[in-house]
C-alpha cells in the first residue's frame, strides 16, 4: 500500500504544485505580512483572523490529523522571529508554540494509546523556542495593555478622561470596544488553557483545585469569544450566510499567512492527503466539550480505594472524552510508578483486600506476585483511561495475565498449606490469610475486567440481534461469578473486621451494608445485572426457539463459530472454566416464553430496586442507574405480556431489541403488522 | 480498504434484470485489469497505485472475480490470502459494484465466490475492514457469517472508524481447546 505513482496529486507528495516551493518563497511573495497591514484596524482585523484559523487548526490536529497539516502551516509560527516587532501577533505565536509543546509532552507521557501515533508527530517542526517560559510574561503584558485601551476608549465613551494615556488599539474609534474585547477573551482564553495544562502536570494533583479555576474561565472566555462573532462579520466581507458556517474565522474572512503544502515534506511516512480545517465554530465546540472533559477529570476525588477509581473511570468515560482530557487524566492517576504519584501500588492492593495492616510488611511489598499485581492494576488503570474501542482490546488481552496471577497465587496458597500442616505458626497463618484475600480480590478483578469487555461490546456496536442470546448468557455467567467473589471478599474483610472488634455499625459502614437486607448495595446492584442478563438470554432463546427470529444462518459457517470469535479471549483465559458453546445450547434449547414468565426474572429486579433507592440516595449516579434499570424491566415485562397474549408464533407479532433506555440492556420492542 | 460503487459510465438510475443476466469471471489476464482499476478508481478516496492493482491480482488471480451485465463490468472484488500470525487467513480488499446496479446480490456472489476459493484453499479464517457508517456492506457481511471482531477508532482520515470483520470456518485449528 506504500506504493506510489509519481504525478498523482493524490498520493505524491514531493510533486511540484501551484504553490509555493518553499517558506522563504512564500514570505517574499507577501504570504505572511508583518504587520498584516499598515492600516492598524485591518491589521487587528486579520490579526484575530489568524488567531481564529489558528484555533480551527488546534482542533483539526487534536480530532487527529498533523500538527504539520494544521497548527504548523501558519507561517508566522514556521518563522516566528519574523514577528517579534509586532507583539500581539508574537505573544500569540509563542502561547500557540508552548501550549502544543504541553499537550505533546502529556500525550507522549501516557503513551498507551494507538491515536498518539499522528498526534505527536513533529518531525523537522520548529517546536522548541528558547524563551517559552517567558510566553505568558509577554501575553500578560499584550493584556494588560489592551485592557487600557479598552478602559480608555469607554471612558472617552462617557466623555471621561482616561486615566492613562495608552493610545488606541486602532483607529476607528466606534470600533475600538469591538476589537479589544475580541481580542482579551481569546489571549484571555489561551492564557487559562496554558495555565490548567501547567497546573494539571503538578505532582501529587496539587494543582487540581486551580487547574479546575483555570478551565472554568476557559469555557466562559469560549462564551466571549462566540459572542464576538456577530461584531466581527458585521466588518466583514458580504459572504452568503451558508458559506459562512464552513469558515475558519469568526469573521467568514480567509486568513493571511497559511499554507498547508509547505510542510507536505514533513508529513512523512505517509504522503499527505488534502485535509479540512474544522469550522470555526465546531473548533469552538470542541473546546467547549475538551473543557468539559478537562473539567470531569479534576474532579477526581482522589480515592485510594481502587474500586472507587474504577468506578470512576468507567462514569468518565461515558462522555466519551478526547485523547488530550484522557491523557491528562491518566497522568494525575500515574506519576513516577503511584497512584496520584504518592500511593504505592502494593499499598493500594492492602486496602483493596482490606488488609491495610499489611501495608508495611516488607516481605508482602516485595513478594512477586504482590509486585506482578501491582503492574497489572498499574495498567489496568491506564487501559481504562484509552478510547473505547482500545480499551476493550486490551481488557481482553490481559485477562490471560490475571487469570495466571490467579492459578499462582492458588497454588502458593496450596503449597504453604500441604507444606505447613503441622507447623502452623501466627506468621504462616496470615500468609494463608494474605493468599486468600488476594486470590479472591484478584479473581474479583478479574470478572470485572471480563464484564467491561463484554458491555463495551453494546457501546462500540459489535454485537448484532442474532448474537444478543449468546451475549447475555456469557453476561450472566460472568456477573454470576463476579458476584460470587465479591460476596466472598466483603465476607473475608467483616471478618477481619470482627476480629479488630469493629462495632457493628462500623462494619456496616465499611462493607456498604444494605440496611434492611444487610447486603452490600454494590452486591444488590450486581444481583439485578444477574436477573437482567438471564431474563433477557431466555427471552431471546425462547423466541429462537418458538418464532425461528433471531436464529444465526449463513452459507459458510454457523452459530458456534461465532459463539467461538466473539468469547475466544475469555475461553482463552479460562474466564471461567468449564464454559463452552454446548453449555450454552443445553441452557437455551428448551426455553419457551412460559417458562420465563414462571421464572419471573425482571420482577425480581423491580423488588430490588425498590429497596436500594434508599441505600443509593446520595448518589446521583447510581440512582440514574436504578432509573434506567427500572425502564428496561418494565418494558420487558410488558412486551412479555404482550408475546404470551398473542402468542409467540403469530406472524402478525413483529419483536426487535433496542436500548432506549440502557446502554447495554435491550428492550423488546413488540409491534403488530 | 473499502467497498463502493462507481457512478459512470452508467445511468443514474437503477436497472431492472434478473440475477441470471450477470456473468461472473474469475480474474483472466491484463486486460481485465483496466476494468477492475476504472471501477475502484471512480468511487474511492483511497487512491491505489498499479502497483497496488498487480500485487494483487498478479499473486492471487483466482480471488479476484468481475460481475458482467450486457458485456459491461458493474462489479468486481479483489482479495489476497496468508500466514498472517499462525494462521492461513484471506483478506477481501476492495468491493465494488456500480450503483445502478446494487440491490441485486452481486456484491454477495462475487464475496461468496471468492470466501469458497478462500475456504477450499485452507485458509481458517476470513478478514477485511468497513466504515462503521457502511450499514449496506455490514449487512452483507453479517449474511455471509462474519462478526464485528473489533472496532478501529478513526481509522479514516475523515474520521470515521472502522469493523474489523471476521468469519471464521468451522473445523479450523485453534491454540487452545474450544469446547
Known amino acids: ?673 | 480498504m473499502e467497498d463502493a460503487a462507481p457512478s459512470e459510465p452508467f445511468p443514474e438510475t437503477e436497472l431492472q434484470f434478473s440475477p441470471w443476466e450477470v456473468e461472473y469471471v474469475s480474474y483472466g489476464g491484463e486486460h481485465h485489469l483496466p476494468l477492475i482499476m476504472n471501477l475502484v478508481d471512480k468511487e474511492l478516496s483511497e487512491p491505489y497505485s498499479i502497483f497496488t492493482y498487480r500485487y494483487f491480482v498478479y499473486l492471487w488471480p483466482n480471488l479476484t472475480f468481475l460481475a458482467f451485465h450486457e458485456g459491461k463490468c458493474v462489479g468486481t472484488v479483489v482479495c489476497k490470502m496468508g500466514e498472517h500470525r499462525n494462521t492461513f487467513r484471506g483478506y477481501i480488499a476492495m468491493l465494488v459494484v456500480v450503483k445502478p446496479c446494487r440491490g441485486k446480490g452481486i456484491a454477495t456472489e462475487l464475496v461468496a465466490r471468492a470466501i469458497r476459493v478462500m475456504m477450499e484453499s485452507g485458509c481458517e479464517e476470513v478478514t477485511l475492514e468497513a466504515e462503521v457508517t457502511n450499514k449496506g456492506a455490514l449487512a452483507l457481511y453479517g449474511r455471509l457469517g462474519f462478526i464485528r471482531a473489533k472496532r478501529l477508532f478513526r481509522y479514516y482520515l475523515n474520521g470515521v472508524d472502522a469493523f474489523r470483520l471476521k468469519l471464521l470456518f468451522p473445523g479450523a485449528k485453534s491454540p487452545f481447546h474450544i469446547p
Open chain 1, 1 to 673: 500500500m506504500s506504493a506510489l505513482e509519481i504525478m498523482d496529486p493524490k498520493m505524491d507528495s514531493g510533486m511540484e504544485g501551484n504553490g509555493f516551493h518553499s517558506i522563504e518563497e512564500a514570505i517574499e511573495k507577501g504570504a505572511a505580512p508583518v504587520p498584516l497591514s499598515s492600516d492598524s484596524t485591518v491589521d487587528v482585523q486579520r490579526c484575530i483572523d489568524v488567531m481564529d484559523h489558528l484555533l480551527s487548526c488546534e482542533a483539526t490536529w487534536h480530532k487527529g490529523h498533523s500538527l504539520a497539516q494544521t497548527v504548523f502551516s501558519c507561517i508566522y509560527l514556521l518563522r516566528m522571529e519574523r514577528t517579534s516587532s509586532h507583539p500581539l501577533l508574537h505573544s500569540y505565536c509563542k502561547i500557540m508554540r508552548s501550549t502544543c509543546n504541553a499537550v505533546i509532552a502529556a500525550v507522549s507521557d501516557a503513551r498507551t494509546h494507538e491515536e498518539e501515533d499522528i498526534f505527536v508527530m513533529a518531525h523537522g517542526l520548529p517546536l522548541q523556542g528558547d524563551r517559552d517560559e517567558k510566553c505568558l510574561s509577554l501575553l500578560n503584558s499584550v493584556e494588560e495593555t489592551i485592557s487600557r485601551q479598552l478602559r480608555a476608549c469607554k471612558a472617552q465613551a462617557s466623555r471621561k478622561k482616561p486615566s492613562d494615556d495608552v493610545g488606541s488599539l486602532q483607529t476607528i474609534p466606534d470600533l475600538e470596544e469591538g476589537f479589544c474585547r475580541a481580542l482579551l477573551c481569546r489571549l484571555r482564553f489561551r492564557k487559562h488553557f496554558y495555565h490548567a495544562l501547567m497546573c494539571m502536570r503538578k505532582h501529587q494533583g496539587r494543582g487540581i483545585e486551580l487547574a479546575k479555576k483555570h478551565v472554568a474561565s476557559c469555557l466562559s472566555e469560549l462564551a466571549f469569544m462566540s459572542k464576538s462573532v456577530e461584531f466581527l462579520r458585521s466588518n466583514g466581507l458580504g459572504s452568503c450566510h451558508g458559506e459562512i458556517e464552513y469558515r475558519t474565522t469568526a469573521s467568514g474572512k480567509q486568513p493571511f499567512g497559511f499554507d498547508a503544502s509547505l510542510n507536505s515534506r514533513l508529513s512523512a511516512p505517509t504522503p499527505p492527503r488534502a485535509i479540512q480545517i474544522v469550522s470555526w465554530k465546531q473548533a469552538i465546540l470542541y473546546f467547549e466539550k475538551l473543557m468539559n472533559d478537562l473539567d470531569a477529570a479534576l474532579s477526581l476525588p482522589l480515592d485510594p480505594l481502587l474500586e472507587n477509581i474504577l468506578q470512576f473511570l468507567v462514569q468518565f468515560q461515558k462522555s466519551e472524552p478526547h485523547l488530550v482530557a484522557r491523557a491528562h487524566l491518566q497522568l494525575l492517576l500515574i506519576q513516577d510508578g503511584k497512584l496520584y504519584g504518592k500511593d504505592s501500588f502494593h499499598a493500594v492492593i492492602s486496602r483493596a483486600i482490606a488488609l491495610p495492616e499489611i501495608t508495611r510488611d516488607l516481605a508482602f511489598q516485595e513478594n512477586e506476585f504482590v509486585v506482578q499485581l501491582g503492574q497489572l492494576v498499574m495498567n489496568l488503570i491506564k487501559i481504562l483511561c484509552t478510547n473505547n474501542a482500545w480499551q476493550r482490546r486490551k481488557l481482553g488481552k490481559i485477562l490471560e495475565d490475571w487469570g495466571v496471577i490467579s492459578i499462582q497465587q492458588l497454588e502458593l496458597a496450596f503449597r504453604r498449606e500441604y507444606d505447613e500442616m503441622l507447623k502452623v505458626s501466627a506468621e504462616e497463618n496470615l500468609y494463608m490469610k494474605l493468599s486468600k484475600h488476594l486470590l479472591v480480590w484478584a479473581e474479583e478483578t478479574t470478572y470485572w475486567i471480563a464484564s467491561r469487555f463484554l458491555l463495551l461490546g453494546f457501546q462500540l456496536e459489535l454485537y448484532s440481534p442474532k448474537e444478543y442470546c449468546m451475549v447475555y448468557w456469557y453476561l450472566y455467567v460472568i456477573f454470576v461469578n463476579l458476584l460470587e467473589k465479591m460476596q466472598l471478599r466483603i465476607t473475608y474483610s467483616v471478618d477481619n473486621s470482627r476480629r479488630k472488634g469493629k462495632k457493628k455499625q462500623d462494619l456496616a459502614k465499611d462493607a456498604g451494608f444494605h440496611p434492611p437486607t444487610g447486603v452490600s448495595s454494590t452486591c444488590l446492584l450486581l444481583q439485578c445485572y444477574v436477573y437482567i442478563s438471564e431474563g433477557l438470554t431466555m427471552m431471546l432463546a425462547a423466541l429462537h426457539n418458538e418464532r425461528h427470529s433471531f436464529q444465526i444462518s449463513s452459507p459458510f459457517n454457523s452459530e458456534h463459530e461465532r459463539f467461538i470469535q466473539h468469547f475466544e479471549l475469555l475461553q482463552r483465559a479460562n474466564v471461567p472454566q468449564h464454559i463452552s458453546y454446548h453449555l450454552f445450547k443445553e441452557s437455551t434449547a428448551n426455553v419457551q416464553i412460559s417458562n420465563v414468565l414462571k421464572h419471573n426474572y425482571f420482577k425480581e429486579v423491580q423488588r430490588i430496586i425498590t429497596s436500594l433507592r434508599g441505600s443509593f440516595a446520595r448518589d446521583p449516579e447510581r440512582l440514574l442507574e436504578l432509573h434506567r434499570l427500572e425502564q428496561v424491566v418494565d418494558h420487558n415485562r410488558v412486551a412479555l405480556g404482550v408475546i404470551e397474549r398473542v402468542g409467540a408464533n403469530d406472524v402478525s407479532l413483529e419483536i426487535s431489541f433496542e436500548f432506549p433506555y440502557h446502554p447495554y440492556f435491550a428492550v423488546a420492542v413488540v409491534k403488530r403488522s
